[in-house]
């Protein structure tokens, strides 16, 4: 096959730091191409470069053969670029026709706008991502799924050649994503060819013909997907083998070691009803001291408004939460935290931190009275506990003082952790902890997770994914705001069969 997209030697900088240097990538037309590499590997910056919104310092992209410098992202989408960015750039409130026709609205006259024209071309751009949809509607009335494929119908419509996909799994449920890559594999069959970037091994290997590494702004490996595993991504990814790692286990189908001891003391909390209207319903369990519990589900059963529960972050309609047999009533998660409960939430950007002050500010975020007298903050107590916490958890920062914002989401995920534990919290809620977070950075969340539980602490992990789920001492399955099955972390296969089969 002949190259679609051919990159010599980009390189990119940023006040001083070097995000790319002289990488080289070429990827073959109507081929779904993998790019991969942790947070802060240059993934993002190479794919602003090939869609126009960013400005190469040196180096050559060749586009179908043709040398192309783009000074803008109409640019590239003008040359058949097109990118899908785990935020869709759809306008909710107008219906799909006219989403896919934005900006190039058919016109009957001029100023008419020519519904009949617009609406058949809708059906027949929807109709190449095998999707029947009543294009009148607006499109935030459809699913995650259904909105990614009038994303895609946009891209076709406006003949893209190349699409460039940043994580668009991260909020589909699990039919969704084979469903997802049905559509892929059927764009890619058009001769359309695909820059795909995930965090996930599995669907690297289901859905890609070639995976790229980048790390530390090089390229460093290329592999084959039919002539190489998962492992030998990593290995490229982290520069080391991860052999005997929790990550390596699950990525080679292994039964999925313990986040936990497996020995469970009194119990802390006891659930009993515990409903939200209809997210949450009726859901009842204990949990031990020094265990750590999954929560899991297809996205959107009910784990997350739980976790939220538990932590003080959403209101229940009906239902107890007892701690240490005591009733309790969270108003709000500041009546959790002063009991000692402490959550890492799915979205961190949104709910975890305030993104422009610094570490140590965050950190201590949870525990101001302990750094204050008389309403003046201890700025070197403060700066004390933040450097210990950053060197204990091995996060990646110039300083304590450095915006949240700044950092990779494996490190602000840390960060958040650090907060729980300068306030010596003995329940951590976990919501998808390694959400959007490179295989090395899990590798050390699992590690912190498991060093918090052996050091006495209790755990809830609530999860989409199952390799996560499987490592917990015991699991709850979650479908449609309920509680359906409950397994002990034994009684698990290593490909995760029986909790899949609950996830209906």
């Given at each position: 096959m002949p190259d679609e997209l051919r990159l010599t030697g980009i390189t990119k900088g940023y006040l001083g730091v070097q995000a790319l240097k002289g990488v080289d990538l070429t990827v073959r037309r109507g081929t779904i191409h993998a790019l991969a590499g942790q947070n802060g590997a240059g993934k993002s910056t190479l794919i602003k470069i090939i869609s126009g919104a960013e400005t190469p310092d040196g180096g050559t992209m060749h586009l179908g053969g043709e040398l192309k410098r783009f000074r803008e992202p109409i640019d590239a989408q003008n040359a058949g670029i097109h990118t899908i960015y785990q935020e869709l750039s759809l306008v909710p409130s107008l219906s799909v026709a006219e989403n896919i026709f934005l900006g190039q609205l058919p016109r009957r006259g001029r100023t008419a706008v020519d519904w009949s024209t617009m609406q058949s071309g809708a059906r027949a751009a929807l109709d190449r991502v095998g999707f029947d949809l009543d294009v009148r509607r607006p499109v935030g009335s459809f699913s995650v799924a259904e909105q990614q494929a009038?994303?895609?119908?946009?891209?076709?419509?406006?003949?893209?050649?190349?699409?460039?996909?940043?994580?668009?799994?991260?909020?589909?449920?699990?039919?969704?994503?084979?469903?997802?890559?049905?559509?892929?594999?059927?764009?890619?069959?058009?001769?359309?060819?695909?820059?795909?970037?995930?965090?996930?091994?599995?669907?690297?290997?289901?859905?890609?013909?070639?995976?790229?590494?980048?790390?530390?702004?090089?390229?460093?490996?290329?592999?084959?997907t039919t002539t190489s595993t998962p492992s030998d991504v990593v290995t490229a990814m982290v520069g080391k083998s991860l052999q005997g790692s929790i990550a390596d286990a699950a990525l080679r189908g292994e039964r999925s070691p313990r986040l936990g001891s497996g020995k469970t003391g009194d119990v802390l909390m006891a659930v009993s009803d515990l409903s939200e209207d209809e997210r949450v319903e009726g859901v009842s369990f204990e949990l031990r001291k020094g265990e750590v519990l999954g929560i899991s589900g297809l996205i959107g059963s009910g784990q997350s408004e739980l976790a939220g529960l538990l932590a003080g972050a959403r209101r229940k309609s009906r239902g107890t939460i007892k701690l240490d047999d005591k009733a309790m009533v969270f108003k709000n998660p500041?009546?959790?935290?002063?009991?000692?409960?402490?959550?890492?939430?799915?979205?961190?950007?949104?709910?975890?931190?305030?993104?422009?002050?610094?570490?140590?500010?965050?950190?201590?975020?949870?525990?101001?009275?302990?750094?204050?007298?008389?309403?003046?903050?201890?700025?070197?107590?403060?700066?004390?506990?933040?450097?210990?916490?950053?060197?204990?958890?091995?996060?990646?920062?110039?300083?304590?003082?450095?915006?949240?914002?700044?950092?990779?989401?494996?490190?602000?995920?840390?960060?958040?952790?650090?907060?729980?534990?300068?306030?010596?919290?003995?329940?951590?809620?976990?919501d998808e902890p390694t959400r959007g977070v490179d295989v090395g950075a899990k590798e050390d969340m699992y590690e912190l997770i498991r060093d918090f539980a052996r050091a006495g602490g209790t755990v809830i992990i609530s999860s989409s994914e199952i390799t996560e789920a499987m490592m917990c001492d015991r699991v709850l399955v979650m479908a449609r705001g309920r509680v359906v099955a409950e397994f002990e972390h034994d009684d698990i296969d290593p490909q995760g069969h029986a909790l899949i089969s609950e996830f209906a």
């Open positions: 009038v994303e895609l119908a946009k891209a076709l419509h406006k003949d893209a050649r190349l699409l460039l996909l940043d994580e668009p799994t991260s909020t589909l449920p699990l039919p969704d994503v084979e469903r997802l890559f049905t559509v892929l594999r059927s764009v890619a069959e058009q001769g359309v060819t695909l820059l795909y970037i995930s965090h996930r091994m599995d669907e690297l290997y289901s859905l890609c013909h070639e995976v790229t590494v980048l790390r530390d702004g090089r390229k460093t490996a290329e592999f084959d500041r009546d959790a935290i002063r009991r000692g409960i402490g959550l890492l939430p799915q979205d961190r950007k949104a709910e975890g931190f305030v993104p422009d002050m610094g570490v140590a500010g965050n950190i201590t975020l949870a525990s101001l009275p302990m750094f204050s007298r008389f309403s003046v903050i201890d700025s070197r107590a403060e700066k004390r506990v933040a450097t210990q916490m950053v060197e204990r958890l091995g996060m990646k920062v110039s300083s304590v003082n450095q915006p949240m914002k700044t950092l990779s989401g494996g490190t602000q995920q840390k960060g958040i952790l650090a907060r729980w534990l300068a306030r010596s919290s003995r329940l951590l809620i976990c």
